[in-house]
């Protein structure tokens, strides 16, 4: 690996060195748009939330956990609840998930009710065995609660009322949901819920997490590498929010409630039936994104979160496609199709009551969507126009920054692959990409489990206004984005179109 690092960095010096000297000039006016006002606001970002991270690890949830280890069982709460979705899940992936389940709610001291809900016959025969294979105490219930199929979102609002109907004190309680496709750790629900007796202000808290590809996925090695680069900047980024008391979204993972927030019927609602009302799509139902859903209900109550990073989820990951680019594309789409419509509804929120580092990141989140390709989209421009060497320079200047944030993010995450700094940049622009489109599209949802769709409008009217408009908004979008570039290279008086154009021919001859 340093034989990797040694001649990378051997690299990027023979790059910088076969560079015209002006583009180290701070006077030039080729350095400035080189570098941007863009770019030292986005590294900034970066490096702001590399600090911020570093912070939370090394100094915050460092004094919250020794706050924790002191309290000891004297911080825990009444009666745990561990709710289990299972819907399209691998026969061996569901025997893991539920003994891990099971195997932590022997592991506690307090009353455990274990509730799985379920869609198949097979899935109750199986839970059953498992459960009374591993013969747990009499304070260790199994609750099993069955559901039509019509998706998690279903199963999860059967759980909570199961939950919320029994005669337990939800307010001294705690729930902690469990996707079917995540294995719990060892002592992962101890080391959580002793957070909220020692903060009354914590209403949810959402753990790390790791991944494992399913037996057919294993021999794509860039799946693994891209989702390891994934949960890299996802812990980065969740350890800064994290620090101002709030996260931007509750994993379906793993994450953890307070039993009176989980029993309260208008959050089994949200959760079941939640919509959004679009200024030009009108009103139509989140299929996905049920995490984002509890998410923004904790948000618009004022409660606080946390980021508990020491504590793991493993999940089975499996690719929806064995080409990686579809597969990326369908999983970008279905992350940033949930990111996207429930941030829309919560940027309406009060910056009093999300705070005000969490009310400009969402606002942040939309800017950054055309940001990443300002870079890129300005090199290409600049490059027809002032010559292919401005276009070399950029690719330099990709190589070192990308490098760099990848050793940041190897620094918190503990691992580092020679691949991150190239999966770190198709991620930023394609990312981007698929933002710009399901910016447009909200309507379209895609979960890669659940072969769920959206039914649209009889109205073949209504149905083509729908899809049209939202076409004409993504065009009309990236026209003007590339129109605005344009201005600020010069390129729109006559001069400088004649010019521009003489740049093209050159460049494609």
Known sequence: MIFKHLL????????????PEYYFDSNSVKFILFIGVVAVWRYTWAVHHFLRALYFLKVHFKRLREQEVTAGESADPEHVFILVTSFRIETDTSIAVYQSAIKEAIRLKQPVTMVASIVEPSDERLVKHIFYSLKPPERVKLKLVRIKGSGKRDGLAVGFRAISNTQVNLA???VAVVDGDSILTEHCIERCYRF????????????????ELTEASRTHQIYRRWYNLRFAQRHEFMCSVSLSGRVLTLTGRMSMFRGDIVGNPEFIDRVEFDFIDHWRLGRFRFLTGDDKSSWYHVLKDGWEMLYVPDVKVLTIEQPPHQNFYKGATLLMARWFGNMLRANTRARTLPKEVMGGYVWWLLRDQLISIWTSLFGLTLAIMGGLYFGDTLFFAFIFWICLTRYLISALLSTLHGQFSMSWPILLYFNQIYG??????????????????????LRLSKNPIETLFRTTGSHVVMVGSVCMFLTLLAFLIGIFTRYDVNAFIAHVNFFIS
């Open 432 to 453: 981007s990409i698929v933002k710009i489109f399901v910016y447009s599209h909200m309507y379209k949802q895609v979960w890669t489990r659940q072969k769920t769709s």
């Open 196 to 211: 909220f007796s020692l903060n009354p202000k914590l209403g949810a808290l959402t753990t790390n997490e790791s991944c």
């Open 172 to 174: 001294n309680s705690v």
């Open 8 to 19: 990378l960095i051997l690299v990027l010096i023979a790059m910088a060195l076969s560079l």
